[in-house]
């Protein structure tokens, strides 16, 4: 295996997905997993880009089979990752993006070695709170669930492996990049990758 594995996780409303859509626009070495998910498609959303939208039982089916890497129920949803798709990109050299909550991560750091875990923070509550009323498509209910589970969320940031302050966004997309480039650096992957190479030039006398 010579693909990196990065998680990347958030409380609600921190601009996590907006940095991600970021980074697969300006890194095209990284590809995002695109979890299966029971909850309904917001506005915009399309089938198979954002999320693979299924049904409550379809998704407990594949629970069964076992075709989860990870998987978690966040705010009455369930989420999961497939990990047949997860170990072929892998194997090929992909490096892998995961965006999913602390439950998930913790699945993972479990299974994987060497995965690199990235947690993103709001410069503030009071950012965090305008950042979800701004979005205009939840309820007042619904924003107010989301803060209280906040500090829950901020309560597992020492889990993680870096952490990204999303003040300016093109500040903590350049911080989120350079932990990319620099995480396929390390040795063992290069070891693997340029195997050919490397020998090439043991063998020069």
């Known amino acids: 295996m ?5 998680v990347i996780s958030a409380p609600s409303g921190a601009g996590k997905t907006s ?3 970021r980074l697969l626009a300006i890194n095209s070495g990284i590809h995002l997993s695109i979890s299966y998910t029971t909850r309904a498609p917001r506005p915009g959303e399309v089938d198979g880009r954002e999320y693979h939208f299924v049904s409550r039982e379809a998704f407990m089916q ?3 089979r076992g075709d989860f890497l990870e998987s978690a129920e966040v705010y009455g949803n369930l989420y999961g990752t497939s990990q047949s798709w997860i170990n072929a990109q892998l194997h090929s050299g992909t490096d ?3 965006e999913i ?3 998930g991560a913790a699945q993972v750091r479990k299974l994987f070695r060497g995965v690199l875990t990235i947690f993103i923070l709001p410069p503030s509550i009071q950012a965090l709170h ?3 009323s701004g979005r205009g498509q939840d309820s007042a209910e619904v924003i107010a669930k989301r803060m209280a589970a906040a500090r829950d969320d901020i309560s597992h940031v020492s889990e993680f492996d870096y952490v990204i302050i999303n003040d300016t966004l093109e500040v903590a997309l350049q911080q989120l990049n350079a932990v990319v480039v620099a995480a396929r650096q390390q040795r063992d992957g290069q070891l693997v990758r340029h195997q050919h190479l490397i020998n090439q030039l043991q063998s020069l006398e």
Request: glycine share 4%; aromatic share 10%; net charge negative.
């Open 2 to 6: 010579s693909g990196n594995l990065f």
């Open 130 to 132: 305008s950042r979800l």
């Open 96 to 98: 892998i993006l995961l």
């Open 62 to 64: 594949m629970a069964e």
């Open 19 to 21: 940095l991600v859509q």
């Open 101 to 103: 909550d602390w439950q």
